[in-house]
């Protein structure tokens, strides 16, 4: 039972892995095809693109849940602790508005796709399924953001309180 929960929780690595592992795999044999048969594959720069998307979006919501997100912790780093939860909790609210208000912009854009029922020009693959990682990474970003951070300002307050007893 626990490595199914592991499986279902991770999901969007595993996803991600996966898509970056058939990356690679479409661009050797491409440029292996290019050099030694001198034809490249038709299909391979549109699979390309769109694995690069599913790579980006759901190792970015890996990101959030590893805590491992883009940002400049030397200058947080600088502050006292206090003001550093301080600003780790205006980052976490600013960062929640901005993926929500993605995610509300991503959920239009994924319905018009599928409505107007756009597809990639050679292997007609639906754009709504490929651009349909993005609302669901925002969504999973927000949570695994809001868990990591309560978890870090639970362990920083427990190191304060351990650190005053000693």
């Known amino acids: 039972m626990r490595n199914k929960i592991w499986y279902i929780v991770n999901a969007d690595l595993l996803i991600s892995g996966t898509a ?9 044999t491409g440029v292996i095809s290019r050099y030694v048969l001198n034809a490249s594959f038709v299909w391979g720069e549109e699979a390309m693109l769109a694995l690069i998307i599913w790579v980006v979006w759901y190792g970015g919501s890996a990101a959030f849940r590893y805590g491992n997100p883009i940002r400049i912790e030397i200058i947080v780093d600088m502050f006292p602790m206090r003001v550093q939860r301080i600003v780790t909790g205006i980052i976490c609210l600013t ?3 901005l993926l929500s208000y993605l ?13 107007t029922k756009r597809t990639t020009q050679v292997m007609y693959i639906s ?16 949570i695994n953001m809001i868990c990591k951070t309560f978890i870090t300002l639970r362990e ?11």
């Open 20 to 28: 970056l592992v058939f990356l690679i795999i479409i661009t050797f």
């Open 95 to 97: 960062s929640t508005v």
């Open 103 to 115: 995610f509300i912009r991503s959920i239009y854009f994924v319905e018009l796709m599928y409505t």
């Open 127 to 142: 754009k709504a399924l490929i651009y349909s990682c993005i609302p669901i990474s925002c969504v999973l970003m927000i």
């Open 156 to 166: 920083d307050n427990n190191k304060k309180v351990r650190y005053s007893h000693e």
